[in-house]
């Protein structure tokens, strides 16, 4: 499926859209250049999961926890230094309890659920781009019951 947003907030109301659908265990990958809506996709996601707090992405912190309708856990893989780092976090196991988003997904593929809904989010002139792929069956269900996201018309990029 792709998704096509003009403005931060449509690229935000779709993630809250993602929000609302996920349930425990789901997994999602982010993946895309540095500024390219990744962190506004993620904040989104928390709200639609009742996070309080704003969803930040600190490069120097590899997983965040916050608390929601489901608990939220945010992994920052960008300053990786090897992808056996993310064994030690035990990524899969903490999925289970909760909503897995990873941003640079592809530090560490071989360390990543197989099984999750990649999001890979391209600029296209001042939008967006989404492409989101399902990988099992959850996620093929968690598309259909996304649908096609309405189109909102905001102030603001990404």
């Keep these: 499926m792709q998704v ?3 403005t931060h907030e449509e690229t935000h109301a779709l993630g809250v859209r993602l929000g609302n659908l ?3 265990g789901d997994v999602l990958l982010l993946h895309g250049e540095l500024g ?3 962190t506004v996709l993620a904040q989104g996601i928390g709200q639609g999961l009742e996070v309080a707090e704003p969803v930040t992405s600190s490069s120097y912190v590899l997983m965040t926890e916050y608390a929601g309708r489901l608990d939220l856990f945010h992994a920052d893989l960008f300053r990786l230094d090897d992808p056996a780092q993310v064994a030690d976090l ?3 196991e903490v999925a289970a309890a909760g909503v897995l988003i990873v941003e640079w997904p592809e530090r560490a593929w071989e360390e990543l659920p197989s099984r ?3 999001v890979s989010i391209d600029e296209i002139g001042q939008g967006r781009r989404l492409t989101l792929t399902p990988r099992g069956e959850r996620y093929d269900e ?4 996304l649908g096609t996201p309405p189109v909102e018309s905001g102030a603001g990029r990404d």
């Design 90 to 92: 035990a990524l899969e």
């Design 22 to 24: 996920l349930r425990p």
């Design 116 to 118: 999750h809904l990649l």
């Design 4 to 6: 096509e947003t003009e």
């Design 36 to 38: 390219s809506g990744k």
């Design 142 to 145: 968690l598309l259909a019951a």
